[in-house]
């Protein structure tokens, strides 16, 4: 059976906590809380299939490209290599690819990403660094900009500092690992795509298991991807 595309993302599923992490103080966690007293799903939130990645021989030439170049460039200013590009998939009218580097002594991989959207007239743009190390038990150490928006399964510890410049990231994720008996990461092609792929799939069972992810026929992604393109 081919694995689906995406996921649809059961916002019911979340606790209060989570939601909290999720948007922050904000007054869309309000509007949030109240839809989960009410049980109402959050809509048209679709979770894409990690696993199925795409390798990429060249940056794409558009604006996501040029976005996680430019996030890359700060990343291998800090003495990281860059050895692969990848895309994970999109629905339509959204583009997104990330930049993988190693760093100088192949314990850390620092993961550079960016998206674009235009839906409803509305264009949105993000980036996203990240930061990896593996201990021996196959555990994960995660430092990265962004905020939380699914639960991370029991395996990956991942501290976050949103709105901090890549500097600042690569720094704390050091010191994070400072004296932790750190394993050497996959950092050629193949090897990380391993990798990348056998730990997507985990955190897909986990959060399906969960009931937070629930898979989409290919005939429902269809159906949304053209009604995006006629947005």
Known sequence: ??????????????????????????????LLLLQKLLRI?????????????????????????HLARALANQVAA????????????????????????????????????????????????????????LRPDGTEIGTTDARPFLPRPPWVTVERYPGQSP???????????????????????PAYLSFFVESSRKTIAFLQERGILTPMSAAEVTKIKARRTRA
């Open 1 to 30: 059976m081919d694995e689906p595309e995406f996921y649809r993302f059961n916002s019911l599923a979340l606790t209060v906590k989570q939601y909290y992490e999720w948007q922050g103080p904000t007054p869309s966690l309000a």
């Open 41 to 65: 799903r959050v809509p048209n939130v679709y979770w894409p299939n990690p696993s199925l990645v795409e390798v990429l021989e060249h940056l794409p030439a558009s604006v996501a490209g």
């Open 78 to 133: 800090e003495g990281f290599e860059p050895f692969l590009c990848y895309r994970t998939p999109t629905m339509a009218n959204t583009e997104g690819c990330t930049i993988a580097l190693r760093g100088p002594d192949r314990r850390i991989v620092a993961l550079a990403a960016a998206s674009i959207s235009r839906v409803g007239g509305v264009e949105s743009r993000a980036t996203q660094l990240g930061c990896l190390s």
């Open 167 to 189: 500097r600042v990231i690569i720094e704390r994720h050091r010191a994070r690992i400072l004296g932790e008996p750190i394993e050497v990461c996959p950092t050629d092609g």
